[in-house]
């Protein structure tokens, strides 16, 4: 079955970096569009990140993210990454590596990584 299962999250303080990674298994892994989505404490769901299938050459980002963030992927090793850098306090989130069918419509979703910005 699909799985995605998300990886590297943890504390750090404003302006640290982290490396979010994201392996899935159960299909065709560079056939499918790739995003992250994260869900601050306390506040709904937020769309970060998208990465087009294949190349991975299409990529947008939230404006909040953007010049900050990284998305790229690995299709021989089925793995999604989202480098943070400039990290800021309202990026505390749990981040979510999700499958997009469509523009932001998801079907899969994996368990999250809890990413805690403070001083």
């Known amino acids: 079955q699909v799985q995605l299962v998300e990886s590297g999250g943890g504390s750090v303080r404003p302006g640290g970096s982290l490396r979010l990674s994201c392996t899935a298994s159960?299909?065709?892994?560079?056939?499918?569009?790739l995003a992250w989505v994260r869900r601050p404490p306390g506040k709904e769901f937020e769309w970060v990140s998208t990465?087009?299938?294949?190349?991975?050459?299409?990529?947008v980002f939230n404006a909040s993210v953007r010049g900050r963030f990284t998305i790229s992927r690995d299709n021989a090793r089925n793995t999604l990454y989202l480098e943070m850098n400039s990290l800021k306090p309202e990026d505390t989130a749990v981040y979510y590596c999700?499958?997009?069918?469509?523009?932001?419509?998801?079907?899969?979703w994996g368990q999250g990584t809890q990413v805690y910005v403070s001083s």
């Open positions: 990465i087009n299938a294949g190349a991975g050459d299409i990529i």
């Open positions: 159960g299909f065709t892994f560079g056939s499918y569009g």
């Open positions: 999700v499958r997009e069918v469509n523009w932001l419509t998801f079907d899969y």
